[in-house]
């Protein structure tokens, strides 16, 4: 079955102890992001990697650091939880875009369950 | 910059009516727009997208959408609600980078008997 996994799907942790989130995906697509959803805010992007090696910052990246060492795996590490970081977070991948050429976000994205955390 | 507006917070729906969920967006060029669904602790399910030709696009569950160039907007509607469909509904552009998703803050679906 084509999907995202991610793990833990629960976690409660208390400030300052590194953690890490677990996203993998079984579709070989080349982009992945992850994305916090907080009440009233919506989806915010933290972090996308176009590819193996290649990531970048998205709307809200500070506090979190990711990887992409292989296709299929983009975990999310935060190294000191903070609270602000208590929210649902998400792990997305996308096949390639909607019109020749286009990559990334040009085509709908395939969502992780998500991971509720939070920090003490 | 791109946004995403979704400018009802909640909406309450009888079963068997008609629902209209709206959104608008800015966006300079042509959009990439998505609609997604997400239940009760569940992850985001995408209902339909539009990239480009017919403005009324057909999804899943019943679902339509109906891309404005002139009103900027890409409405959801459905014919008529079932209690399952209550759920929250997110409205989505691909941003000009093809980097994000750019959703709006939703619309929470409540669907009384």
């Known amino acids: 079955e084509a999907q995202v996994t991610q793990n833990p799907r629960y976690l409660i942790t208390v400030t300052g102890k590194k953690l890490t989130v677990t996203c993998s995906q079984n579709m070989n697509h080349e982009y992945m992001s992850w994305y916090r959803q907080d009440p009233g805010l919506g989806l915010r992007q933290i972090y996308y990697?176009?590819?193996?090696?290649?990531?970048d910052k998205g709307d809200v990246p500070e506090g979190y650091k990711v990887s992409r060492k292989e296709k299929r795996n983009f975990p999310l590490i935060l190294e000191s939880p903070s609270p602000n970081q208590t929210s649902l977070y998400f792990c997305a991948s996308s096949p390639p875009g909607g019109a020749p050429g286009l990559v990334g976000s040009y085509n709908e994205q395939f969502f992780g369950p998500g991971t509720r955390l939070t920090v003490l | 910059a791109q946004s995403v507006t979704q400018p009802d917070i909640h909406i309450t729906v009888s079963e068997g009516a008609s629902l209209e969920l709206r959104c608008n967006y800015s966006?300079?060029?042509?959009?990439?727009l998505f609609w997604y669904v997400q239940s009760p602790g569940q992850g985001l399910q995408l209902l339909l997208k539009?990239?480009?030709?017919?403005?009324l696009v057909q999804g899943i569950k019943g679902f339509e959408a109906e891309f404005k160039r002139s009103q900027s907007s890409f409405n959801l509607r459905k014919p008529s609600v079932h209690w399952s469909d209550a759920a929250e509904y997110f409205c989505?552009?691909?941003?000009?980078?093809?980097?994000?998703?750019?959703f709006g803050k939703g619309t929470t679906l409540s669907v009384s008997s």
């Open positions: 990697s176009m590819n193996v090696e290649v990531t």
């Open positions: 989505a552009v691909g941003d000009q980078a093809g980097t994000a998703l750019i």
């Open positions: 966006y300079g060029a042509t959009p990439y």
């Open positions: 539009y990239f480009s030709g017919d403005t």
